[in-house]
């Protein structure tokens, strides 16, 4: 079998496995899914399960990676010129694979859908010491508005997320709510 080939194959398994776990995660409570139910799901077996993924984890970290790194991808290819256009087509992306981050979110595992946001990092014409703080607010936001928006039943479109967004970045500073009156 030539190189290519046994990299189209082992792409196709990943996919497989990758789409049998989000099915499963459908069904089942994640904590309930073992790794030869994957394999039986997928069509392959556990020996091809353990030759790409550690744990379940590692199968869903590498499926939100991909997505992401398609992202970026189709991303790259935009003129985009605003930062509304930017925050317009992350929301559009993210309401494309709202099934599977519920899923995520449901079953408390929020960090790794976190990590893929981390993937979608920017490049700032500030000084270094401080895009550690550009990069936090932009992602930590940017999340925090999509898993809420999640937990809400997913009312919005990206276009009234974006312009939720937008009305947050350029609101006056709210102050918190006294608890002790």
């Known amino acids: 079998?030539?190189?290519?080939?046994?990299?189209?194959a082992k792409a196709f398994t990943?996919?497989?496995?990758?789409l049998a776990f989000i099915n499963l995660l459908k069904e089942k409570n994640y904590e309930d899914i073992t790794l030869t139910e994957i394999a039986e799901k997928a069509g392959v077996s556990r020996n091809?399960?353990?030759r790409n993924f550690e744990s379940k984890n590692l199968i869903l970290k590498n499926y939100l990676n991909y997505i992401s790194l398609n992202f970026?991808?189709?991303?790259n290819k935009k003129n985009i010129s605003s930062?509304?256009?930017y925050i317009l087509a992350v929301f559009t992306h993210l309401c494309s694979h709202s099934k599977i981050a519920k899923i995520l979110v449901s079953a408390n595992l929020s960090t790794l859908l976190y990590e893929s946001f981390l993937l979608i990092k920017g490049s700032y014409k500030v000084d270094d010491s401080i895009k550690n703080?550009?990069?936090?607010?932009r992602i930590g936001s940017l999340f925090f508005v999509y898993v809420t928006w999640?937990?809400?039943g997913c009312r919005e479109t990206p276009e009234e997320l974006t312009d939720i967004m937008i009305k947050i970045m350029e609101s006056k500073p709210v102050l918190p709510t006294n608890y002790n009156q």
């Open 1 to 8: 079998m030539s190189n290519s080939s046994n990299n189209e």
């Open 14 to 18: 990943k996919e497989c496995v990758f």
């Open 48 to 50: 091809a399960i353990y």
């Open 72 to 75: 970026i991808n189709e991303l």
């Open 83 to 85: 930062y509304y256009d």
């Open 133 to 137: 703080y550009y990069e936090s607010y």
């Open 150 to 152: 999640l937990e809400t």
